[in-house]
Nanobody, 126 residues
């Protein structure tokens, strides 16, 4: 059973930084990909970034140059470093994972993930 547990959310002012973490169980062998999504109040959940088991990454245009996705296989942990945060980055951030392979540069849709964390809140004030 795959379990994903996010942490690291909080409240920051515009221009600040946060680092989200996602601890993954039973998921660091074989081909896999993992990602971060976010959902603002009243809006649909949207993909933010993804990484494959080879370290290839992809990003939504809205976060390119500001967010960095990474993984520590030894710790079975996924990270999202968020810099230069804006009020529009506010939302609940979810970690997701799936077995299989994706190419670097491809940002999977929500339907392409089976495993999800419970979410962590990020609030950016102006």
């Amino acid at each position: 059973q795959v379990q994903l547990v996010e942490s690291g959310g909080g409240s920051v002012q515009s221009g600040g930084s946060l680092r989200l973490s996602c601890a993954a169980s039973a998921f660091t062998s074989g081909n896999y990909y993992m990602g971060w999504f976010r959902q603002a109040p009243g809006k649909e959940r949207e993909g933010v970034a993804a990484i494959n088991s080879f370290g290839g990454t992809s990003y939504a245009d809205s976060v390119k140059g500001r967010f960095t996705i990474s993984q520590d296989n030894a710790k079975a942990t996924l990270y999202l470093q968020m810099n230069s945060l804006k009020p529009e980055d506010t939302g609940t951030y979810y970690c997701a994972a799936e077995r299989g392979a994706i190419r670097s540069g491809y940002l999977p849709r929500e339907s392409e993930y089976r495993y999800w964390g419970q979410g962590t809140q990020v609030t950016v004030s102006s």
